[in-house]
C-alpha cells in the first residue's frame, strides 16, 4: 500500500476514548497511590481530560486549533520520555547470535 | 582463562547446569512429574497471559529478536534464592524451577529477564565488562518488571512509602549486581548512582512505569497502537 507523507488525512494520535480512559486510569485511587509511591506527588491528570476534549472537538469540527493542541500535547509526551541520556548505544541491528542453534553456539564468541 | 574463575566472575556458579557447550536431555518421567515440567507450564501460561510478556515479545519481535519458548527459555535448578538470570552468551532465559513456584512470581521473573532480553537485543550492552551497562539494565529490569511493588516489598518486609519504589530498584539492582560480580559493595552503589536517573528514566519498551496490570494492558495498547501515534504526530 502506497503511504506518501500527506496523502493519508490525519486523526488523532489516539482514538477520542483511549484519551478517555487514561484520565479515568490516571485519577484513579490505586494510579494516585502508585504515583506517591514512586515520585512522592499526586499525579496531574488534567492534561488526559483536555486531550479526550480536543479529540471530541476535531472529530466533530475537524478544527486546527484542536488539531494543534492535540499534536503539541504529545509531542510533550513523547519529550517527556526521551528525557535522558542513554548509558550504551542503541543497536542498528539485533544481536548476530539470537537466532543460532544450541549445540552449535561456540563459547564466548562475541 | 581458568572455567572455573570465569565461572565465578560471571555468576556462572548460581547456575550449575550451565556448562558452555553441553546440552542437556531430559527423560519423559523429568519431563512429565518434576519441577521442570511445572516451571514449563507456568512459563507458557506467563507468555500468554501477562500483558508485560506479551508486550516484551512484541517489541523483541519488532526488533528482529523473535522469542521461541524452547530456543531462548530453559527452566534448570539452581542455587541459592536466585529466580532466573540473563545468559547473554547463549542468548537464553534462565528460570529457576527449584526457586519458583507461583504463578504470579514465574510472571515477575519472566518479565524481568525479558527486559534484559530486551535490552541485549535493543543496544550495545557490554554484560562482561562494563559495570555501568549491567546496573543500568538491573536499574530497568527492578522498575519495570513489579519486582518493587508496594505489595512485593510488603511481603519483604521492607515498608515504605513515599518515593519507597526509587528506594526499593536502587536496592535490588544493587543484589543483583553483587550477586553475579566480584566487586565492593560501595563500589557498586557508586555505579548504580551515577546510572540511576538516566535508567530509571528508561521506560521502554512500556512507554509508563508498569505499576498495575491495567498500566501494563494500557502500555500494551499503546505499542499495538503505535504506527497510527507517530504517524500524527
Given at each position: 500500500m502506497d503511504r506518501a507523507v500527506g496523502e493519508i488525512a490525519w486523526r488523532p494520535p489516539r482514538a477520542c476514548e483511549d484519551y478517555w480512559s487514561e484520565f479515568r486510569h490516571c485519577k484513579s485511587l490505586k494510579n494516585c497511590f502508585h504515583h506517591y509511591y514512586t515520585y512522592g506527588t499526586v499525579p496531574s491528570c488534567q492534561q488526559w481530560k483536555e486531550d479526550y476534549h480536543n479529540c471530541r472537538e476535531w472529530e466533530k469540527h475537524r478544527g486546527t486549533e484542536a488539531k494543534e493542541a492535540l499534536r503539541r500535547s504529545e509531542k510533550i509526551r513523547v519529550a517527556e520520555q526521551r528525557n535522558f541520556i542513554p548509558v550504551w548505544q542503541l543497536r542498528q541491528e539485533?544481536?548476530?547470535?539470537?537466532?543460532?542453534?544450541?549445540?552449535?553456539?561456540?563459547?564466548?564468541?562475541? | 582463562m581458568d572455567q572455573t574463575k570465569q565461572e565465578e566472575e560471571?555468576?556462572?556458579?548460581?547456575?550449575?547446569?550451565?556448562?558452555?557447550?553441553?546440552?542437556?536431555?531430559?527423560?519423559?518421567?523429568?519431563?512429565?512429574?518434576?519441577?521442570?515440567?511445572?516451571?514449563?507450564?507456568?512459563?507458557?501460561?506467563?507468555?500468554?497471559?501477562?500483558?508485560?510478556?506479551?508486550?516484551?515479545?512484541?517489541?523483541?519481535?519488532?526488533?528482529?529478536?523473535?522469542?521461541?519458548?524452547?530456543?531462548?527459555?530453559?527452566?534448570?535448578?539452581?542455587?541459592?534464592?536466585?529466580?532466573?538470570?540473563?545468559d547473554a552468551a547463549s542468548s537464553q532465559i534462565v528460570l529457576c524451577q527449584n526457586n519458583i513456584h507461583q504463578q504470579s512470581h514465574m510472571n515477575r521473573v519472566v518479565t524481568h529477564e525479558l527486559i534484559h532480553a530486551f535490552d541485549h537485543c535493543r543496544a550495545h550492552v557490554d554484560w562482561f565488562n562494563n559495570f555501568r551497562h549491567l546496573a543500568c539494565s538491573e536499574i530497568r529490569a527492578a522498575n519495570l518488571s513489579g519486582d518493587c511493588s508496594f505489595t512485593n516489598e510488603v511481603a519483604r518486609f521492607n515498608f515504605g512509602l513515599?518515593?519507597?519504589?526509587?528506594?526499593?530498584?536502587?536496592?535490588?539492582?544493587?543484589?543483583?549486581?553483587?550477586?553475579?560480580?566480584?566487586?565492593?559493595?560501595?563500589?557498586?552503589?557508586?555505579?548504580?548512582?551515577?546510572?540511576?536517573?538516566?535508567?530509571?528514566?528508561?521506560?521502554?519498551?512500556?512507554?509508563?512505569?508498569?505499576?498495575?496490570?491495567?498500566?501494563?494492558k494500557f502500555a500494551y495498547r499503546d505499542y499495538m497502537n503505535r504506527d497510527r501515534y507517530y504517524a500524527n504526530l
Open positions: 539485533p544481536p548476530r547470535d539470537w537466532h543460532v542453534p544450541l549445540n552449535q553456539e561456540k563459547p564466548q564468541d562475541s | 560471571y555468576g556462572y556458579d548460581l547456575f550449575p547446569e550451565r556448562k558452555p557447550g553441553e546440552h542437556k536431555k531430559t527423560s519423559i518421567a523429568e519431563s512429565l512429574f518434576t519441577f521442570n515440567h511445572k516451571c514449563q507450564v507456568m512459563l507458557q501460561f506467563a507468555v500468554e497471559t501477562s500483558p508485560y510478556a506479551k508486550l516484551l515479545l512484541s517489541a523483541m519481535k519488532s526488533s528482529g529478536c523473535k522469542v521461541f519458548k524452547d530456543r531462548h527459555f530453559s527452566c534448570e535448578d539452581c542455587d541459592g534464592t536466585v529466580s532466573g538470570g540473563f513515599k518515593r519507597h519504589h526509587q528506594e526499593c530498584v536502587r536496592g535490588r539492582a544493587l543484589r543483583s549486581i553483587l550477586a553475579v560480580r566480584k566487586i565492593s559493595r560501595a563500589e557498586a552503589e557508586k555505579i548504580v548512582d551515577e546510572v540511576f536517573d538516566s535508567c530509571f528514566n528508561d521506560h521502554a519498551p512500556f512507554g509508563r512505569i508498569p505499576h498495575s496490570k491495567r498500566d501494563a
